[in-house]
């Protein structure tokens, strides 16, 4: 049932399994609408999702009363992006519930493998998890995004923590904002090419 393939574990959407380590990722692989089954986890996490369909790609987190939680994603066609999972005021995550009219692969991952933003500029394309050295004293963040849905940047000081809500824009953006002394994590949600500089 287990099949190791560059460190990677893939499992069936059926299948029940403890979420991603530092040593190894997690990944599940389907086709349409599933539920995914893990061990119930609190600890804040990160996945990676890919969907090669043409309709709606929608995924929600599912707690242990089997009730739907955080709307990781909700995009029309071809995805690829990383979500956070376990954000702030959730109970916990058991599951994943898919809806898709395509393939997809779901990677579980800990938050240690978010991209990292090292230098003062970081670019990018769609939805994606992004971490930092905490940031200290008056620091600001300049962001463009040349997509035409949703833009929405937001800045955690710890894992898991109340989030400060950056960018809320739909369509091109361009503007300067503070970067909250602290930050350590940074997501992004995009439809298009974005890119962030930090000073």
């Known amino acids: 049932m287990f099949r190791r393939m560059l460190a990677v574990f893939t499992l069936t959407a059926a299948a029940?399994?403890?979420?991603?380590t530092a040593q190894a990722?997690?990944?599940?692989?389907?086709?349409?609408?599933?539920?995914?089954?893990?061990?119930?986890?609190?600890?804040p996490g990160v996945i990676r999702f890919t969907h090669n369909?043409?309709?709606?790609?929608?995924?929600?987190?599912?707690?242990?009363?089997?009730?739907?939680?955080e709307y990781l994603v909700n995009e029309i066609g071809p995805y690829d992006g990383t979500v956070l999972y376990n954000d702030y005021g959730t109970k916990g995550t058991s599951g994943l519930a898919i809806k898709a009219d395509g393939s997809?692969?779901?990677?579980?991952?800990p938050l240690?493998?978010?991209r990292c933003w090292c230098a003062?500029?970081?670019r990018g394309r769609g939805d994606q998890v992004l971490k930092l050295s905490p940031t200290r004293g008056l620091r600001t963040m300049r962001a463009t995004h040349a997509g035409e849905a949703n833009f929405i940047v937001h800045a955690y000081t710890?894992?898991?923590?109340?989030?400060?809500?950056?960018?809320n824009e739909i369509g091109r953006y361009k503007g300067?904002?503070?970067?909250?002394?602290?930050?350590?994590?940074?997501?992004?949600?995009?439809?298009g090419p974005w890119t962030l500089t930090r000073r």
């Open 16 to 20: 029940l399994t403890t979420p991603a």
């Open 25 to 43: 990722d997690t990944r599940f692989r389907g086709k349409g609408d599933d539920v995914v089954r893990i061990h119930t986890t609190t600890k």
């Open 53 to 69: 369909g043409e309709s709606n790609f929608i995924v929600h987190t599912v707690d242990r009363r089997g009730k739907t939680s």
């Open 104 to 109: 997809w692969t779901a990677t579980f991952m």
């Open 112 to 114: 240690s493998k978010a």
């Open 120 to 122: 003062a500029t970081i």
């Open 158 to 167: 710890r894992p898991g923590s109340f989030s400060d809500l950056l960018v």
């Open 176 to 191: 300067k904002v503070l970067l909250p002394t602290g930050t350590r994590l940074v997501t992004v949600h995009a439809d």
